[in-house]
């Protein structure tokens, strides 16, 4: 994200836009609508001089005048200040509740200038968040020269409010890109949600900050009649990602109608298994693939589904059988990397590419499975295939991981949300094995992408050796998987 933010015109383009072609000549001031004010600990509009504390992370300057935020954290509040300029100079601030997407909501919140005499002047404090709708805020600090038509803004930032550590920073800014009307992730897709709330449950378990746990039901409520209903749908890999993130919300909050909708999806994707080379799961309802990502959520969720369910057998023979036949698939190379899938004319590896996911989903399917059968060869499998990964040169240049076709990549829709998929499965094995053999390892990315992947708003890109590509939800929800991890390990 750039440090400084240049406007043209004070005028707004789409009022303008909606008169006629003559107007276009003239110069339009348009105030902007007013924000509704919102109120938490303190109501919008309060003196600075009564805050807590005061933090300035960003800053943006413009003809020699400086343009500052300023954090009271303590209060999650917020203000603005120009400096260096003269009387007649403009400061403001700007309040997103989408991650800096739109600030319609919250436009030139406390717009004032500086008086006469002065170099300097600065707004009133106003809330950060508004918890009363639910709201994740971000603000910045915009201003101008009082003769000139330029505007300058800061990056995007906020309090630490809920952004406290690493984890809950990455979860909060995970959270900004949260619809609360669709109960889904906005600039991403089905099974990315699902990710992105498997990656919240997991920063309320491992954080201890429940904040953001109303996005379980709200998800649940709002999509549980969607597509095929019970979060099932034509891509059987879809369906265990939800299914995967029901058993999380199961464990978190002890709701049976959760995993309920998990052995629903279960039994979705069994009704698509049959004896086409030897076993497993396909890919979608055509029947036209059998791959690796569909198979390897499948031996997780009946796994997991054994393990929570008293007295069940059903399951954890399908999940025997899951892995007796993926383990002999060919999947798995010589290099103990898994490809993408079979060549179902062939039945043979189909030497499509290694993607960070596959090596991460078996890693907590295999770690559920020795949970409900205690066999130590489940574990010993799973612990070469981690070995495999975490050291093999392609996949971590320089050693911090890369999907194929990094750093010239951008991952397309679905790219951004494999790495953090790899490390919430490596944790899962890391955590089962005594000598937490990968910790250093996780601690290695969620350093590289802290210091080189990261804008002022905690949010993360695509590229964890950095630099900082774009943001959307997808990238963060990686990025919360692993900062999860390596707060889980306690580094």
């Known amino acids: 994200m750039p440090s400084l933010l240049i406007l043209r015109s004070r005028s707004l383009v789409r009022f303008l836009c909606l008169l006629p072609a003559v107007a276009l000549l003239v110069t339009v001031a348009v105030p902007a609508r007013a ?17 807590a504390g005061d933090r300035t992370p960003v800053q943006a300057t413009i003809y020699s005048r400086r343009i500052v935020v300023h954090f009271d954290d303590a209060d999650d509040m917020a203000w603005g200040s120009i400096d260096n300029g003269g009387p007649g100079d403009e400061v403001w601030l700007d309040r997103s509740f989408d991650g800096g997407q739109s600030w319609s909501q919250g436009s030139r919140l406390g717009d004032t200038t500086v008086p006469s005499g002065g170099r300097g002047w600065r707004t009133l404090m106003y809330n950060v968040d508004d918890w009363n709708n639910l709201g994740v805020g971000a603000v910045r600090a915009c201003g101008k020269a009082g003769d000139r038509a330029e505007i300058a803004c800061t990056p995007w930032a906020r309090t630490t409010w809920n952004a406290g550590t690493r984890s809950t920073a990455a979860a909060t800014a995970l959270m900004e890109f949260y619809d609360n009307g669709t109960g889904l992730w906005a600039t991403t897709g089905w099974w990315n949600s699902a990710n992105a709330l498997t990656a919240i449950i997991d920063n309320v378990r ?27 749908n034509d891509y059987l ?11 999380d919300a199961y464990d978190l909050t002890g709701d049976a109608r959760y995993l309920n909708t998990a052995r629903a999806d279960a039994d979705w994707m ?8 030897g076993g497993g799961v396909y890919w979608r309802t055509q029947r036209d693939y059998k791959n690796a990502i569909a198979n390897e959520l499948y031996l997780q969720l009946t796994a997991a589904l054994h393990n929570r369910i008293p007295g069940d057998t059903a399951y954890l023979n399908l999940a025997k059988k899951e892995w007796s036949w993926f383990k002999a698939s ?33 890693l907590n399917g295999l770690t559920e499975l020795y949970r409900a059968t205690g066999d130590s060869g489940v574990l ?67 350093d590289a992408a802290y210091a080189h992947d990261r804008n002022p708003l905690d949010q993360y890109g695509y590229h964890w050796a950095g630099p900082l590509d774009s943001t959307d939800a997808a990238r963060q929800q990686s990025a919360a998987d692993l900062m999860n991890a390596t707060a889980a390990a306690g580094t």
């Open 35 to 51: 924000a509704a004010s919102v109120c938490d600990k303190y109501c919008d509009g309060r003196d600075p001089a009564l805050a």
């Open 206 to 232: 491992v954080s201890g900050m429940g904040s953001y746990k109303y996005a379980v039901a709200t998800t649940y409520d709002a999509n549980l009649s969607a597509q095929g209903g019970q979060f099932r």
């Open 237 to 247: 890999d879809d369906t265990g990602w939800w299914g995967l993130a029901w058993v």
């Open 270 to 277: 069994t009704s698509y298994t049959d004896s086409v080379c």
């Open 330 to 362: 060919g999947m798995i190379n010589s290099a103990q990397l898994i490809n993408d899938g079979l060549d179902l004319s062939t039945c043979k590896n189909n030497g499509q590419p290694v993607y960070s996911y596959n090596q991460g989903v078996i």
């Open 380 to 446: 010993a499998s799973a612990r070469a295939l981690a070995d495999a990964s975490t050291t093999d040169p392609t996949l971590n240049p320089n050693g911090i991981l890369a999907d194929p076709g990094e750093p010239q990549s951008s991952g397309g829709a679905d790219g951004p949300s494999f790495k953090g998929v790899y490390a919430r499965g490596l944790a899962a094995l890391d955590k089962a094995l005594g000598d937490h053999p990968y910790t250093a390892y996780l601690k290695r990315q969620a």
